[in-house]
């Protein structure tokens, strides 16, 4: 059983971030890093896979939509995002096949929450959309099948921290890493007892140059700007996200 669990979501090849969470006191203590998928697409992707396998058996992989196209895009199948097709071209073959065999969920027994089932975007789906304010109906969908004793789920992809109930399960979304809307920061979560939602606030302004200095991605400092600034907010990407779980 496990006592504290951190949870990092949608990194998106953010480097100044990740290290920004990875020092945090409650991850560094934490017994286990669950990593939910969308790692490596962003403009250093090499480095930040490289920072998470360092952690060794202390983290958890999960694969998200995000991380499978990077696989596909190395495999000839362009993607329509640019960072995507540039940051597969910039994985070593090690790191292309560790992508390729993450699994699309992961289920581990936490204490005071039972048994949580880890995913990106829902169980069944590495890029289906479900939201804060989805209908009951959606959450019935896209959970039928799950076993009776996962009691809690912890999903990413869209970016927006939330928990909530669903019908007698907890449902918790940490948030992104690298890429937040709604508010500048590293946005994670620490499960145990309880849940908790953090943000953890680092320089963004040198995190920005960082980026722009280090990463080979041309359009890295409009990346930067756009994401680690989190230029968009939460109404804006839940106008986006909205009509795709299915109201």
Known sequence: MLERVAVLSDIHGALPALEAVL????VVSADLVVLTGDIAAGPQPVEVLDRLAA??????????????????????RKSPIDVSNWAAEQLRDDQVARLAALPLTVTLPVAGLGEVLFCHATPRDDEEVVLVDSRMERWAEVFAGLPADVGTVVCGHTHM????LVDRRLVVNPGSVGMPYGGAGAWWALLGAGVQLRRTGYDVDAACARVTAESGFPDAA?????YLRSRHSDADALAVFGPRDGR
Do not use: H, K
């Open 222 to 226: 409009e990346w930067a700007d756009e």
């Open 161 to 164: 921290p939330f928990t909530r």
């Open 55 to 76: 952690l060794g058996d202390r983290a958890c992989w999960v694969g998200g939509n995000a991380d499978r196209e990077l696989v596909e895009a190395r495999a000839g």
């Open 23 to 26: 020092a945090e006191p409650d």
